[in-house]
């Protein structure tokens, strides 16, 4: 059955469905529709709702509630995600799982409260200190947010490791028809590493602490090889008329959904555009957007910043296409028109050259 | 033979790496005692933070997760609120507990999380090398405070004990010193108290245990009994500083007790 539900509040739904029992969290806009939700919800669930005194402590209390192998989620937006920074390192270094949902904002600093997708660095290159990654997954409907909740997750605990869900304020804040999965009882889930077993058999210690550079080493590899295998597994993205496409846009998110706008528009002028949207930022989908690119000369990233996912796209096809770049950004959100103008443009100026 | 002293169950035989003199060692055995005493060893969860002890997970032999510096209190709430009928406890340095990790240890007082907190405070950063801690005593040489700590620069040493006990959710505070056999029966029956507490499900109960740090104070271990006494004694008194039951009328308020907090037998 599809029901009309604010892209904030379906992350909440969505969660409680995947078995989610633990919410810590700190106010920030745009994104508040969270953990209101959970505080509302969760206790009749049988679950915790706390708001904590800050995002450093919400997050620690995820790591905490983590080690005790709940089923644990935090949210925020780029201020607050940053402040999380801390333990999200610390979660991927003791190698505990949860989701971290970011409502993105425009930044740098206190910024403003409107859509943005400014936290692509921050969100796939780590963000914190140390050799690490989270995967990201990037949702561009309500119904999306919905699916990849669950889907978050359940990859949290197949590789014990921090998953971000990065959506826009736009997301959250709009509202949509959704159908949400059936819910699910994940108190079977396996948590024989966490701690509290009380069965006195085997001693349990999480921790991050490594001071042996070659035992450091190890585990450094060792995550490594987690994420490598993530890549192979886990990447995700969609194809919207790519095979026969002479341009490519690149992008995720609510700049995508706009992109499609444009490549039906462009289409319905005889011009072969496509887009390639991935849903995991990290792993980047560069296979898929080899495959996107096997017929173009130009491939364009569209994005809700100054150009971020675009050093991805270069590092995937930059030495088979010409990579070109257009961004808003502060919070402006740009237009079907605008994004078809500019590709317009330049396939313009790349057959004049 | 009859065995008259012996290693509590719950420390393991890992040899300390601490200094002489140093009353960590000290400290950790009156946690094992009671831990022992209270027969709760299967169902305790340390969390060890950063300094000195950051090594603790290493020495009591009960389930242990690592926090961040500062972030105890948020990790052992995690923690608690995950398996209430666990015994979880943090263990804390001034440095840890009474700078980085104020905002985190003032909350957990005041939501009256039911867990148990020992903080040691030995005026100093020991495991960074000496420098200057929220309770560097005014006068007193760090690394980084090399002519003295001056107030005028540099601020007064922060009584946590006094300033967490003005909080409604703190329910047992009390501070203790180790460094006499008498005091240390003090300091034993104030632990075993933090731990009962949160067994009855009283609430927040707070240790905080004056400790020397002669290597850092620049003193030999024998000299440190009298450096607590003159320095620490008169701005740290021994004492308690709070000891209450929950306040029921909170949880009418609320309706119900969360798993975790006080009030939940646990």
């Given at each position: 059955?599809?029901?009309?539900?604010?892209?904030?509040?379906?992350?909440?739904?969505?969660?409680?469905?995947?078995?989610?029992?633990?919410?810590?969290?700190?106010?920030?806009?745009?994104?508040?529709?969270?953990?209101?939700?959970?505080?509302?919800?969760?206790?009749?669930?049988?679950?915790?709702?706390?708001?904590?005194?800050?995002?450093?402590?919400?997050?620690?209390?995820?790591?905490?509630?983590?080690?005790?192998?709940?089923?644990?989620?935090?949210?925020?937006?780029?201020?607050?995600?940053?402040?999380?920074?801390?333990?999200?390192?610390?979660?991927?270094?003791?190698?505990?799982?949860?989701l971290i949902v970011d409502?993105?904002?425009?930044?740098?600093?206190?910024?403003?409260?409107?859509?943005?997708?400014?936290?692509?660095?921050?969100?796939?290159?780590?963000?914190?200190?140390?050799?690490?990654?989270?995967?990201?997954?990037?949702?561009?409907?309500?119904?999306?947010?919905?699916?990849?909740?669950?889907?978050?997750?359940?990859?949290?605990?197949?590789?014990?490791?921090?998953?971000?869900?990065?959506?826009?304020?736009?997301?959250g804040q709009m509202m949509e028809q959704v159908e949400f999965p059936e819910p699910i009882d994940a108190s079977s889930r396996d948590t024989s590493w966490a701690v509290g077993q009380g069965d006195g058999k085997s001693r349990k210690v999480l921790s991050s602490l490594n001071l042996d550079a070659k035992s450091m080493e190890r585990h450094n590899l060792d995550l490594q090889a987690k994420y490598d295998k993530i890549k192979e597994c886990e990447t995700m993205a969609e194809h919207y008329y790519t095979e026969d496409a002479e341009a490519v846009l690149v992008a995720y998110g609510m700049a995508a959904r706009i992109c499609k706008g444009a490549v039906d528009e462009l289409r319905a002028e005889g011009i072969r555009a496509g887009l390639l949207r991935p849903i995991t930022l990290f792993p980047f989908p560069e296979r898929e957007l080899k495959e996107a690119v096997r017929n173009a000369g130009l491939a364009l990233a569209v994005e809700m910043s100054l150009g971020q996912m675009v050093e991805d796209v270069r590092l995937a096809v930059g030495c088979i296409l010409p990579v070109e770049f257009y961004g808003r950004t502060g919070g402006v959100v740009p237009t079907v028109k605008e994004i078809s103008g500019v590709l317009k443009d330049l396939m313009k100026r790349g057959a004049d050259k | 033979m009859t065995v008259v002293f012996d290693r509590p169950k719950s420390l393991t035989d890992k040899k300390f790496h601490y200094c002489p003199g140093c009353h960590h060692g000290i400290i950790h055995r009156l946690i094992a005692e009671v831990i022992d005493e209270l027969g709760i060893q299967y169902r305790t969860i340390l969390v060890g933070c950063v300094g000195?002890?950051?090594?603790?997970?290493?020495?009591?032999?009960?389930?242990?997760?690592?926090?961040?510096?500062?972030?105890?209190?948020?990790?052992?709430?995690?923690?608690?609120?995950?398996?209430?009928?666990?015994?979880?406890?943090?263990?804390?340095?001034?440095?840890?507990?009474?700078?980085?990790?104020?905002?985190?240890?003032?909350?957990?007082?005041?939501?009256?999380?039911?867990?148990?907190?020992?903080?040691?405070?030995?005026?100093?950063?020991?495991?960074?090398?000496?420098?200057?801690?929220?309770?560097?005593?005014?006068?007193?040489?760090?690394?980084?405070?090399?002519?003295?700590?001056?107030?005028?620069?540099?601020?007064?040493?922060?009584?946590?004990?006094?300033?967490?006990?003005?909080?409604?959710?703190?329910?047992?505070?009390?501070?203790?010193?180790?460094?006499?056999?008498k005091m240390v029966r003090e300091a034993r029956k104030a632990i075993l108290k933090a731990f009962k507490n949160q067994m009855d499900g009283v609430g927040f109960s707070l240790v905080e245990v004056l400790s020397a740090c002669p290597t850092n104070w620049g003193i030999k271990p024998t000299e440190s009994a009298d450096w607590i006494r003159e320095n620490m004694l008169p701005i740290f008194p021994l004492g308690v500083f709070k000891d209450v039951q929950p306040d029921v009328s909170g949880q009418a308020l609320s309706g119900q007790a969360a798993p975790g907090a006080a009030g939940e037998r646990g």
């Amino acid at each position: 059955m599809k029901v009309l539900k604010k892209g904030n509040e379906a992350i909440g739904e969505a969660a409680i469905r995947a078995g989610c029992r633990y919410f810590f969290g700190y106010p920030i806009t745009p994104q508040n529709e969270i953990p209101e939700y959970m505080a509302k919800m969760l206790p009749s669930a049988g679950g915790v709702f706390l708001q904590a005194e800050s995002e450093l402590a919400a997050i620690n209390m995820v790591y905490g509630a983590a080690a005790a192998g709940a089923r644990v989620m935090t949210s925020s937006s780029g201020p607050g995600i940053s402040l999380k920074q801390e333990g999200i390192s610390f979660l991927a270094g003791a190698e505990l799982p949860c989701l971290i949902v970011d409502v993105m904002r425009s930044g740098p600093g206190l910024g403003g409260i409107l859509p943005s997708q400014a936290d692509y660095f921050q969100a796939t290159r780590g963000g914190g200190h140390g050799d690490y990654r989270t995967v990201v997954y990037a949702p561009a409907s309500v119904q999306e947010m919905a699916d990849l909740v669950g889907k978050s997750f359940e990859t949290a605990d197949r590789y014990r490791t921090p998953v971000l869900l990065a959506a826009d304020g736009s997301l959250g804040q709009m509202m949509e028809q959704v159908e949400f999965p059936e819910p699910i009882d994940a108190s079977s889930r396996d948590t024989s590493w966490a701690v509290g077993q009380g069965d006195g058999k085997s001693r349990k210690v999480l921790s991050s602490l490594n001071l042996d550079a070659k035992s450091m080493e190890r585990h450094n590899l060792d995550l490594q090889a987690k994420y490598d295998k993530i890549k192979e597994c886990e990447t995700m993205a969609e194809h919207y008329y790519t095979e026969d496409a002479e341009a490519v846009l690149v992008a995720y998110g609510m700049a995508a959904r706009i992109c499609k706008g444009a490549v039906d528009e462009l289409r319905a002028e005889g011009i072969r555009a496509g887009l390639l949207r991935p849903i995991t930022l990290f792993p980047f989908p560069e296979r898929e957007l080899k495959e996107a690119v096997r017929n173009a000369g130009l491939a364009l990233a569209v994005e809700m910043s100054l150009g971020q996912m675009v050093e991805d796209v270069r590092l995937a096809v930059g030495c088979i296409l010409p990579v070109e770049f257009y961004g808003r950004t502060g919070g402006v959100v740009p237009t079907v028109k605008e994004i078809s103008g500019v590709l317009k443009d330049l396939m313009k100026r790349g057959a004049d050259k | 033979m009859t065995v008259v002293f012996d290693r509590p169950k719950s420390l393991t035989d890992k040899k300390f790496h601490y200094c002489p003199g140093c009353h960590h060692g000290i400290i950790h055995r009156l946690i094992a005692e009671v831990i022992d005493e209270l027969g709760i060893q299967y169902r305790t969860i340390l969390v060890g933070c950063v300094g000195c002890s950051v090594f603790i997970t290493d020495y009591l032999d009960v389930d242990g997760v690592q926090s961040a510096h500062g972030r105890g209190p948020a990790v052992a709430t995690g923690v608690k609120r995950t398996r209430p009928d666990h015994i979880v406890f943090t263990y804390q340095g001034d440095g840890d507990l009474a700078a980085i990790g104020t905002c985190e240890i003032v909350h957990a007082a005041a939501r009256s999380e039911n867990i148990t907190v020992i903080f040691v405070n030995n005026t100093t950063y020991g495991m960074t090398g000496g420098q200057m801690a929220p309770t560097t005593v005014v006068g007193q040489v760090t690394t980084t405070t090399p002519e003295g700590r001056d107030a005028r620069r540099c601020g007064y040493p922060v009584r946590i004990s006094e300033m967490l006990a003005t909080l409604e959710g703190a329910r047992f505070i009390q501070r203790v010193a180790v460094f006499d056999p008498k005091m240390v029966r003090e300091a034993r029956k104030a632990i075993l108290k933090a731990f009962k507490n949160q067994m009855d499900g009283v609430g927040f109960s707070l240790v905080e245990v004056l400790s020397a740090c002669p290597t850092n104070w620049g003193i030999k271990p024998t000299e440190s009994a009298d450096w607590i006494r003159e320095n620490m004694l008169p701005i740290f008194p021994l004492g308690v500083f709070k000891d209450v039951q929950p306040d029921v009328s909170g949880q009418a308020l609320s309706g119900q007790a969360a798993p975790g907090a006080a009030g939940e037998r646990g």
